[in-house]
């Protein structure tokens, strides 16, 4: 079984077709999230010379939402809305775990 089959049975999909539409959807929201990292960092004073340790929280808190905003609009515009939606809550679901 290729990798693209064994993700079509994992997502529960079985058209081709929409393999590309969503895997499209993740390529151009990684894309354009760090786009706008681009012009981001430059605007609060985060260079190359700035430490990993004040990045990665930085990227975590600035740029993590524009990356959930740029997949909605991809997957509305690509039709694969509630794909998405269904991906999305699943994510939130793991902040909001009780013991």
């Not at 999909?13 to 499209?24: A, D, Q, V």
């Not at 151009?28 to 990045?55: E, H, N, Q």
Request: no cysteine.
């Amino acid at each position: 079984m290729s990798f693209f089959e064994k993700l079509k049975t994992r997502w529960g999909i079985t058209s081709n077709w929409r393999l590309i539409k969503i895997l499209l959807v993740f390529s151009l929201t990684g894309y354009s999230a760090v786009y706008v990292r681009k012009f981001i960092f430059p605007l609060i004073g985060i260079d190359d010379m700035t430490s990993l340790w004040i990045k990665i929280p930085v990227w975590i808190l600035l740029i993590t939402p524009f990356y959930y905003l740029f997949m909605v609009i991809y997957a509305t515009l690509l039709g694969e809305k509630e794909f998405f939606f269904g991906i999305m809550k699943k994510s939130f679901s793991r902040f909001n775990r009780k013991k």
